[in-house]
């Protein structure tokens, strides 16, 4: 075993005056480096400035459409099975089409819970689940705003991209993403 001593303090130091105005030297020599020398700075002031997105993170779900309109979606819950996160819950309903069995009566996906593995995707018989890249999540302060629905996952150029019945209270990354087909 090594004791290690613990170091004697001098008197200006038991005293903690001095160290406390050192202390505050550092502090506000930052302070005004940054002020003036401003490339330094790491905090970005999200969400109204948003952080510049890694190109291939893939962070925005969307449920794409037939020539038609109508979801690709055939309700297989394929995905739901999938997702390691459990956070896709689908209810289905019996689809008019006659070529296709069902299709989503619901189709959420819980957000906060999603890992983005993108294994939803990688399931899909259909290609009718996309994850976008260059596009970032919402921001809210309200739980259920996360829980992204049929709705907002088929949403398109030109639709509404600020669903939430509260959504006066939000602030929005950035604009929608043009989604091709
Ligand atoms: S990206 Fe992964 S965690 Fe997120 S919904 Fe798809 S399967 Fe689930
Ligand atoms: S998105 Fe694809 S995998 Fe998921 S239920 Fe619809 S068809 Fe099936």
């Known amino acids: 075993m090594i004791k290690v001593p613990?170091?004697?303090?001098?008197w200006w130091e038991?005293?903690?005056l001095f160290e406390i105005v050192r202390g505050l030297c550092v502090t506000m020599g930052h302070l005004i480096?940054?002020?003036f020398v401003?490339?330094?700075i790491y905090t970005h002031q999200w969400p109204e400035e948003p952080k510049p997105l890694f190109p291939r993170l893939k962070a925005r779900h969307r449920l794409t459409r037939r020539d038609d309109g109508t979801p690709k979606c055939t309700a297989c819950y394929c995905c739901q099975t999938v997702c390691p996160a459990y956070c896709i819950h689908i209810v289905a309903e019996e689809s008019p089409d006659g070529f296709v069995e069902k299709r989503p009566k619901q189709f959420e996906i819980d957000i906060l819970r999603c890992v983005f593995c993108g294994y939803c995707v990688e399931a899909c018989p259909?290609?009718?689940i996309r994850m976008d890249t260059g596009d970032a999540v919402i921001v809210s302060n309200h739980r259920e705003d996360f829980i992204l629905d049929l709705k907002f996952l088929l949403n398109g150029k030109?639709?509404?991209w600020r669903r939430s019945r509260r959504f006066e209270d939000h602030t929005i990354a950035r604009?929608?993403?043009?989604f091709g087909e």
Not at 6 to 10: C, H, Q, V
Request: charged share 35%.
């Open 38 to 40: 401003q490339k330094n």
């Open 158 to 160: 030109g639709t509404e």
């Open 14 to 16: 038991k005293i903690y």
């Open 126 to 128: 259909e290609d009718a």
């Open 6 to 10: 613990t170091p004697k303090m001098r």
């Open 175 to 178: 604009p929608p993403a043009t």
């Open 33 to 35: 480096r940054n002020i």
